[in-house]
């Protein structure tokens, strides 16, 4: 993880010193490349990579500074149902494959080295990490239905459903990471004790590639406790 970093690191220094903030404009959430044109020679031979972390394979892109796509890459895994309604996956797959796909995109794209790396990807799913960042059991999937029982009851702990769309705005789905939270908890609770951070699946990856634990909006509000 440190060399993940450090090279992360590097390429964000890299677009700091090319680029001034004109170059990228932030405007009620959508990014685009104010001065693509006017500065398109600062630009010239860089790329964005985007990592979309999906339920049956990772898929990794890089795109030119106009926004045209280089070249598009994916890498399968495979899916776990140890039982009717479960759905696990190993979140080293995800790493493994993301990193296969991101060494492929290099070797295809080598006049195109990144200026930034984006993410996506499944919501919901629950990776447990212990206090030295392993991970403890297989990811739990958005589309596991294991916790029904235990969305009735974080339902109930908030005082019924109108008092938990009150706080949250949302119902207690059984895809979301709340119910499976508490699943871990109750059964299997030596798993629980070792807990110490949970992440979903696209922060897991960018976890690995930066050792920053964060969210965003959209998938914390995916959690149910948001």
């Known amino acids: 993880m440190p060399e993940a970093a450090a090279a992360v690191e590097a390429v964000i220094a890299d677009l700091v010193l090319r680029l001034s903030p004109g170059d ?36 990794v892109i890089t795109l030119d500074p106009s926004g045209q796509i280089l070249q598009s890459i994916v890498e399968d895994y495979p899916l776990y149902q140890p039982h009717s309604g479960w759905t696990e996956q190993e979140p080293e797959d995800w790493w493994a494959a993301t990193i296969r796909g991101l060494r492929k995109l290099t070797a295809a794209c080598p006049d195109h080295m990144p200026i930034a790396i984006g993410l996506s990807g499944q919501m919901h799913g629950m990776v447990a990490l212990d206090a030295q960042d392993r991970v403890i059991r297989r990811a739990i999937l958005w589309n596991d239905q294991r916790t029904g029982q235990q969305c009735a009851e974080i339902t109930e702990m908030a005082g019924g459903l109108d008092s938990l769309l009150l706080a949250t705005n949302n119902q207690m789905l059984t895809g979301y990471t709340g119910g499976k939270i508490l699943w871990l908890m109750q059964n299997e609770p030596e798993a629980f004790a070792r807990t110490r951070l949970i992440l979903n699946p696209k922060d897991y990856i960018r976890y690995r590639l930066t050792g920053v634990a964060i969210t965003e909006v959209s998938d914390a509000s995916g959690t149910g406790f948001f």
């Open 24 to 59: 990228i404009l932030i405007d009620g959430g959508n990014s685009h490349y104010q001065d693509s044109v006017r500065r398109s020679h600062e630009l010239e031979g860089r790329g964005i990579r985007f990592v979309d972390v999906g339920t049956s394979g990772v898929k």
